[in-house]
Every structure is written in structure tokens, then in C-alpha cells.
């Protein structure tokens, strides 16, 4: 799984756009009263909200004569641009108005983004409009201009307001968008999530251990029983984060370092790796997201398949009830398909554990495909649908997680992971407006439908044991 630089919300919807119209002075997530000049600032509290920050603008004209606006407008509290350190109150960002002058006139245009209106944003302007022309030529030839008005001055935006749908154009100083560093350096940080990993999965494949945790440490050597089904599990989670690595570089995002997190129940929960730069558009972001499921999944059916092919090399395998096969739509209908009538209800089967260590390696794939938050699944509903409809797959999702979390430990244990570091909101891209092309869109739908069947359950019955002896 992929996670950008943690901040606070981008674009929530609860998201509440100024409706001031000063030009001459821009503060973080703070609403001011229009008038000609900035003499002060001063917080207040609003009784009524609680815990919302807000801040008075006040102004005097130029001649003496005081004027004030005693209707400030509720901000959402957070950046637009997740990854972004807000600035203090002392750091004050100001666009000039000649600078606004020459962003309406001469950067936009009648070609491409015809202003409307504008409002101070997060330190820079967001603008409203009429968009001209495909989105992704329009931001070409917007971000040229910009290019040659201010240098690197400034970066553009082009998103859809998720109040009305309409596209709007964000400008804020580069030396706002500053990424977040960790305490920990990331390598030291990635490494001990990784060698606790390797732990877990070592133990998840040594049942004795599972059963007395304590006595690992007296019994280290059984460990070594583990490694077979520990690397293939690995083998898949490798490949995994081998395709986004590599689609990444193709269409120059910047991933950090991958996370490996832990899971006493199924050796691993995957990986979290950071995205250190803004992706371009949509379909950039789906082909990142869809790339470590299509591996993932690649490697661990053609696995799933040998293990049901080729006979254990001990001749016995692992032997398990048939009902297990039950819990997942696609290893349960590859099961029936292969097997055939083998396979009976309540009647213990011999299986290669090939089958056990691919089928680990799929769920993990799986859950990474939950179209929740910031998880591949959530970033491929967003790239294909958009941030609104994302933000719904995953409220939805989370809801069904956690009822299923009250049969399931995994569930718990995942519905918690995405709660607390992967519920998003995803970082916004340079341009979020054109849609991906549709191959990519039926490559991202595949993985979404792939991670459905193997979490879906096998409803149709195996043959009845009982019914197999006449």
C-alpha cells in the first residue's frame, strides 16, 4: 500500500471555501475581513465552535477612518495540501495584489482558465472559473506561463470544488509545500518494522509456536521450519512493492521507503510506503496504486494454482478441513474447479502448503485492495471516481470492516490500521480534473474485483460426504 505525507484533511467535505476578497494579505486556514491594508492580527474564539481556529483581519483605510466587517468566515481547520507544514501566525504569507493582477490577466486567460473570482487560500489564492479546453492541455499551458512570470516561485493546482463540482485553480508558494520529516530516520524506522515482519511471518507458518508464544524464545531452532512458507509469503509482498517502485519511476513519482507492518494472524499486513512528491494526474496515480496489486495478485495466483498441481514433496502436505476453503470466493471456486469431487463437506484434505503460503500472500494483496483511505484500493476508487466519491468507498468501507471485525480478528486489527494511518485524506495532485484513460480504469477495476473475491466467501456447497458414499 501506498501513503503520502500524513497531514491534516485536503478538500474534506466538510470543506467550507472564504468568501473574502482580500488581495493584499494571505494567512494559513485563517479568514479575514476585506479592506486596502494589514495593520494586525489578533485571535478570537467563536463560542459557538469550539476548538475552530479563527482570526480577525483588522484594517484601517489609509485616511484614519477605521473600517471593520464583523462577518468572519469559518475556515476548515487544515491544509489543502497534505504533506505541507502550516505556517505559524508569525510566518505570514502575503501576495501582492499586483502579483493577483498578473495571475488573473496574463498566467490565466481566456484559452485556458477564465477568472471569475478569487479568494485568499492557504497562503496563496484559489481561484474560480470557467475551465477552457481539455484540462490536462489548459494546465500545460497555465503552468508555462506561471513558469515564466515567477520562475519557481509558485506551483499550480488545477482541482474540482467539492461543493459544487466545478474546477477551480489553486496558486500557493513553493516555500509552503515543505515536506514533513520524522524524528526517526526512515531507514532505521523501516528496517525494525521489517525485522519484526520477518518474525511474524517465520511464526505464522510454525503452528506450535502460534499456540505458546513464550516458548519461541527456548525453541528458536523451530523457526527454521517456517522459512519455506515466510518467503513465499515474502515473495509476493517483494513483488508487490517491486511494481509500484517500478511504475513509479516510469511516470517520476518519488516513493519513500516501505513500511512493513506486522500481523500475528497473517504474518504481514503488507507495506506503507510514503509518496515524497505531487503526482501529476489521476491516471499517474492509478497506474502507481494498480501496479503492486496486478503483481501481487499475478504471483500469487500462479502459486495458488502449482500448490493445487503439484502433490506434496512428503507426500502428505498439510491437512485441513474442507470447510476452510469456504472463506475466500476465489480459492474456494479454484479449489472446486481443480479438485472436483475431492473436495467434501466436513471431510479432511491433504494440500500442498504451497496452497497456505499463496493464499496469505493474496489476502495481503486483498486487503491492500479495500477502496479505503489511502491504501492502493482507496487511491485506484480515487483516481478512477474522484476525491467525493473516494471519500464515500471509504466511509462505506470502514463501516463494513468494522462490523466485520466483530467475527473476524483481522477485520478489527485492519479497520484499526486504516483508522488511525491510512484513512486520508489522499494529497492532492496537480491536476485532478481529466479522468484516466480506460484501460487503466478496466487494470484498476480488476484489482478492486480481485480483492472482493478473495475476501468474499464460497457459498455453494462442496459434495456432501455422506451423499458421496451411495
Known sequence: MILSLPSPSTFPANFVLPLSR??????????????NRFTSFKWIRNARSTGRRRIACSMSEPNGDNEENTDNIEVTSGSPLPGVKLQQLGDVIKLPKETIDILKNQVFGFDTFFVTSQDPYEGGVLFKGNLRGK??????????????????????????????????????????????TTAVPEWFAA????LVTVFTLLLRNVPTLQSDLLSTVDNLNLLKDGLPGALVTALILGVHELGH???????GVKLGVPYFVPSWQIGSFGSITRIRSIVSNREDLLKVAAAG?????????????LGFVIPPSDGIGVVVDASVFHESFL????AKLLLGNVLKEGAPISVNPLVIWAWAGLLINAINSIP?????GGRISFAIWGRKASSRFTGFSIVLLGLSSLLNDVAFYWVALIFFLQRGPIAPLSE?????DDKYVALGVTVLLLGLLVCLPYPFPFIDETLASF
Open 22 to 35: 482580500c488581495t493584499s494579505c494571505f494567512q494559513f486556514d485563517l479568514p479575514f475581513q476585506p479592506s
Open 245 to 251: 517502485f517500478l511504475v513509479a519511476q516510469n511516470t
Open 372 to 376: 479505503a483511505g489511502e491504501l492502493d
Open 135 to 180: 484540462a490536462s492541455k489548459s494546465y500545460d499551458k497555465i503552468s508555462k506561463r506561471l513558469q515564466d512570470k515567477f520562475g519557481d516561485t509558485y506551483r499550480l493546482f488545477l482541482l474540482v470544488n467539492p461543493e459544487d463540482d466545478k474546477p477551480v485553480a489553486v496558486v500557493v508558494p513553493r516555500t509552503t509545500l515543505q515536506p514533513e
Open 432 to 436: 485532478e480534473i481529466t479522468d484516466p
Open 191 to 194: 528496517g525494525s518494522f521489517g
Open 331 to 334: 480459492a474456494g471456486g479454484i
Open 293 to 305: 496489486p496486478i503483481a501481487g495478485f499475478t504471483v500469487g495466483l500462479v502459486l495458488l494454482l
